[in-house]
């Protein structure tokens, strides 16, 4: 059997990236919420990383 990975919490609303998707006149799989989710975590653990690298505990939008 695959490995189970622990889900993390969601930081996204689904609701709203589903409605935005179809207004675009698209559909959205079952797997993009999660995908786009680890997405968000690995952008805020970069910007993290940077400020960090740059003396800041301050997350500034110069660090997304």
Known sequence: MGKKTAKKESLIVGSK??????????MTS???????N???????DCAVSRAKANGRKTVRAQDV
Do not use: M, P, S
Not at 38 to 44: D, G, M, Q, R, T
């Open 38 to 44: 680890n997405k968000v975590y690995c952008a805020l």
């Open 17 to 26: 990236v589903r409605a935005y998707i179809k207004k675009k006149g698209a």
């Open 30 to 36: 079952g797997e993009l919420l999660d995908a786009l």
